[in-house]
């Protein structure tokens, strides 16, 4: 596979998908996929990485079961108008027609909530800090893409408790940070974090806080939400607690969801090359592969000294041996297009001076390195193509960062692939007409403005003043600055 990403993103995507057996497609309901074992094995080291950041900031997991009564979705009305064109129902079970029928849950807050009005009666209740690690269905009606969009996805998502509104804040502002030291400081995916318009916020929350990142296409991708929910559910389920003066409260709530899948998506995108995919260390399924390079004659002997190396490595990393009867360049092509970080190749002369040849799979230097050291090393060329792969991201990243005063000068940068900062009359409900206005004539959306909360070490953003400048669609005076793009 020698293809270039830039030139035509989704053929690349498409062919690495199929090549290195993430996915297969051939399951008969659109929009659902069968996940293979390759990209399994690394979604699931993406939630163990995010799971254990939750955890430290207090959080613990649970399960929620994935029907909803009906009675209990209906329960909070915008959220209820916002989610019910996407819903499944299971109408029968056991031949026969339910009485009530079920929701299969497109987010879990209607399965949750509920059971927080029977968990929170006291101050010493909260916070409540509980995540599920899962998956929920949407029906959508826009084209689905493998990790990206389908009608099942996997995802984490947090629901917090607060005794006040500005608890709930701290919530979001940690939220934010857990999804850079996540993505960003782990991964190497740079995003910004944008406040949604008001007209584009999660349906039955007070404001939504969205992060997008940039695919090779020049589309953004959001790879995770939080939600400051006031007491919007709270009123609706019934989440109460008693206060220090004996008053019964509603609580304060917010929901955070960090795509999982789509932050996989992510990385195969954002570090891929022609070569395939190049994965980061701490979520490639194995972060080094040993080639024995053998000769006739000498098979035995590189087999067995291969073998022993591998055994070595597994304790203290995740390491396969590939002792296929293929060519070696058969297999550095199969291991390249799997994006694992690091090669070791090991051949009758390494053995004789005792070292091997380490590759690193994102530049392809070799390096002689003795055997004796390959632990250290390993983990010393591992944080190092981390590192240039977060150069290399943010790089991309900050160069697609632009702005615009005219719609005809956003339409242009937009079409060249750039997220663009444009001056906005509204970020309230009376701006809406001109963000439909501009997403019908040029399929741009406009996305928000930079979140408060979010400090970004990836790209800096300075924040402009709208002062003095015009809406670039209606030209009435601005009132605020606001970044628009493609989106996925
Ligand atoms: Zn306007």
Request: hydrophobic share 40%; net charge neutral; with cysteine.
């Amino acid at each position: 596979m020698n293809m270039d990403k830039s030139g035509n993103f989704s053929e690349w995507y498409n062919g690495i998908i199929k090549e290195a057996e993430l996915c297969d497609l051939r399951y008969n309901i659109k929009g659902f996929i069968v996940i293979m074992p390759w990209a399994m094995r690394s979604i699931n080291l993406i939630y163990d990485v995010y799971e254990r950041e939750l955890q430290e900031c207090g959080h613990f997991p649970a399960f929620f079961p994935s029907l909803v009564p009906e009675k209990s979705f209906l329960a909070e009305k915008e959220h209820v108008e916002g989610f019910t064109p996407e819903v499944m129902w299971v109408t029968e079970a056991g031949g026969k027609k339910l009485e009530e029928r079920y929701a299969l849950k497109p987010t879990g807050e209607t399965s949750i909530y509920p059971m927080y009005a029977l968990w929170v009666n006291g101050l010493s209740d909260l916070p409540v800090k509980i995540y599920q690690r899962g998956w929920v269905w949407r029906y959508e009606t826009k084209a689905t893409k493998p990790f990206v969009r389908g009608r099942e996805f996997l995802w984490i998502e947090a629901h917090d408790v607060f005794a006040s509104s500005g608890q709930a804040k701290e919530q979001v502002a940690e939220d934010i940070s857990i999804a850079k030291e996540v993505v960003w400081r782990q991964l190497g995916i740079p995003f910004i974090f944008f406040r949604r318009p008001q007209w584009d916020k999660f349906a039955g929350a007070d404001d939504t806080f969205a992060a997008d990142t940039l695919m090779p296409d020049g589309k953004v991708l959001q790879i995770a939400t939080t939600h400051l929910l006031g007491q919007h559910f709270s009123k609706a389920y019934g989440i109460r607690y008693m206060d220090e003066k004996n008053e019964m409260k509603h609580a304060w709530q917010t929901c955070y969801g960090p795509g999982i899948s789509r932050i996989y998506a992510a990385s195969v995108a954002v570090h891929g090359d022609s070569k395939g995919m190049v994965l980061p260390f701490c979520i490639a399924p194995a972060q080094v592969v040993v080639i024995p390079i053998m000769r006739k004659g000498n098979e035995e002997k590189i087999f067995d000294a291969a073998k022993a190396l591998k055994q070595r490595l597994a304790g203290k990393m995740r390491v396969e041996l590939d002792a296929r009867d293929l060519t070696p360049g058969f297999k550095f092509n199969h291991w390249e297009l799997r994006g694992v970080p690091i090669r070791i190749e090991l051949g009758e002369r390494d053995l004789a001076s005792e070292s091997a040849v380490l590759v690193t799979r994102d530049d392809g230097k070799k390096r002689s390195v003795k055997l004796s050291e390959l632990e250290g090393e390993v983990a010393r060329e591992g944080a190092k193509l981390d590192a240039r792969l977060k150069d290399k991201s943010s790089k991309l990243f900050k160069s697609a960062l632009d702005s615009a005063k005219s719609e005809e000068e956003m339409a242009e940068k937009v079409n060249a692939g750039k997220i663009v900062e444009v001056p906005f009359c509204s970020e309230q409900k009376d701006g809406e007409g001109c963000a439909k206005a501009i997403k019908e004539k040029y399929s741009i959306d406009v996305r928000g403005t930079v979140c408060s909360f979010f400090d970004s070490e990836e790209v800096a953003l300075e924040a402009k003043s709208p002062k003095g400048e015009k809406c670039v669609h209606c030209r009435k005076p601005a009132k605020v600055m606001m970044y628009v793009s493609r989106q996925y």
